[in-house]
């Protein structure tokens, strides 16, 4: 999982925008998405035009209450949403935070933290990070980017941010795991990905 940016100067901050529990969210959808350039907060899957998402409120005890705002609200795929786990862990990491990156570290499909790291060990249990699923998921999805990369006999990082710039700019759609492209890689696959318009 990559750190998900939220800006103070976020058009929902300062459009006022909020949570409607029983209205139409459709807008702050919408800006929610723009903001994470179409990517799930907690999969780093594109979320596509036919793709089930919702507007999660990452600490559930916080929605309809008035401390829940912007910095408690990301974009997710439905599923992903309806696995993390019903039990709150405090303290805990939230996905904002500048050190985010440095906190939870990718090896190798998998996240960890430092053992004496509640709040990063917290976020990773709470989104079941390392659900064997996933990180198999995400294995794979690195070794078939070689794979192809290798298939092409490409070898400089310039041929290799070309292959994820194409594939950025032709089928999005298949682009998955950000912070493993970005770890395993060395390229800084989120300031290639256009903002949405």
């Not at 993390?84 to 499909?109: A, M």
Request: charged content about 30%.
């Amino acid at each position: 999982m990559k750190r998900v940016f939220k800006s103070p100067i976020s058009q929902i901050i300062s459009g006022k925008i909020t949570y409607k529990s029983k209205g139409d969210n459709s807008k702050l959808g919408l800006l929610l998405l723009k903001e994470q350039k179409g990517f799930c907060a907690y999969t780093e899957h594109y979320i596509g035009f036919d793709d089930a998402n919702d507007i999660e409120h990452f600490n559930p005890n916080l929605k309809d209450q008035l401390e829940d705002n912007y910095y408690n609200w990301y974009k997710v795929k439905h599923l992903p949403n309806q696995r993390k786990t019903n039990n709150w862990i405090e303290p805990i990491l939230l996905p904002h935070v500048d050190d985010f990156e440095s906190r939870v570290i990718y090896n190798e499909g998998e996240y960890f933290a430092k053992p004496n790291d509640d709040e990063a060990n917290n976020l990773i249990v709470l989104l079941d990070l390392n659900n064997q699923k996933r990180v198999e998921d995400r294995k794979n999805y690195i070794k078939r980017r070689r794979e192809s990369i290798n298939d092409r006999n490409l070898q400089t990082d310039v041929e290799i941010k070309k292959y994820f710039q194409d594939k950025i700019d032709n089928e999005i759609n298949s682009i998955s795991y950000l912070r493993a492209i970005q770890e395993e890689f060395k390229i800084d696959i989120w300031n290639m990905i256009p903002e949405i318009d």
